[in-house]
């Protein structure tokens, strides 16, 4: 069974409407929806947002549903140089930015687990990487009015490999994404779920994937390009990349 896992309610909302011979279940007051996506056995569940909420989440999901993998999908800041909004990140490995139990352990090392990084599995990874470009190359101009396209200047998006940081806090100024480039250089984009899904899944072991759509570059104009960005674009990438994903399963 795939979850489908979002920090983000209008990318579940898409993913549900699509849900075939759906089921609900409210546990531990989260809404689980099961069903069949686009020909596979499926779960999905709005994450709500930051790391507890996030790891509180999937391991509800763990405990009461048997998947065999799972996806998490939302928004992120760019920080890499070259990102820009409406660009899409599938991550190779993911950070907390703010785990820091330093000196008895080192920065970023989460207690007890003898690593800071958690690698997503390389098939999901993969096939995410290549459902993303799809969606972009065939499906993103019949999704999202070219009026918004236009507004965020989503010219010609990508989707690219990289790390991906997480912690409980919105990035809205420069000074601060200048500090995490210092602090974490080979970082792409920065959100508030995926590294603590990824620390359950690596206990549990559950094969995952994460992929994140940029929806503003984390500085001051992040306050303002997020809402309108996450209601009228995100969630047709999120819905329509894990659609090709699952089809090609």
């Known amino acids: 069974m795939l979850a489908i896992v979002s ?3 209008e990318e579940i909302a898409l993913v549900v409407e699509t849900l075939a011979r759906a089921q609900t279940r409210e546990l531990g007051r989260r809404v689980f929806h099961a069903g069949i996506f686009h020909g596979v056995e499926a779960v999905a569940v709005f994450s709500r947002m930051g790391k507890v ?4 989440t999937i391991t509800q999901l763990i405990a009461s549903y048997p998947i065999s993998r799972l996806v998490f999908s939302g928004v992120a800041g760019g ?3 070259g990102l ?3 660009d899409i990140v599938v991550a190779s490995a993911l950070i907390q930015h703010d785990m820091d139990a330093s000196p008895i352990f080192p920065r970023y090392e989460v ?9 997503t599995d390389l098939d999901i990874r993969e096939r995410l990487l290549t459902a993303a470009r799809e969606f972009l190359a065939h499906d993103l101009g019949a999704c999202v009015a070219a009026g918004e ?3 965020f200047r989503v010219d010609s ?3 690219e490999i990289g790390i991906v940081a997480s912690g409980d806090k919105f990035f809205a100024s420069a000074a601060e994404v200048g500090d995490l480039r210092r602090r974490l250089p080979e970082t792409a984009c920065v959100e508030m779920e995926g590294a603590a899904a990824a620390q359950v899944c690596a206990e549990y072991g559950i094969p995952f994937g994460v992929v994140r759509t940029i929806s503003d570059s984390a500085d001051e104009n992040s306050v303002h ?3 309108r960005f996450a209601r009228e674009i995100a969630r047709h990438y999120s819905a329509g990349a894990l659609a090709r994903f699952a089809r090609a399963l």
């Open 7 to 9: 920090a983000m309610p």
């Open 53 to 56: 909420a996030a790891a509180a």
């Open 79 to 81: 920080v890499r140089h």
């Open 84 to 86: 820009a909004i409406g």
């Open 111 to 119: 207690p007890l687990l003898g690593q800071s990084r958690f690698e």
């Open 149 to 151: 396209l236009d507004f």
């Open 157 to 159: 998006p990508k989707a």
């Open 225 to 227: 390009d997020f809402p």
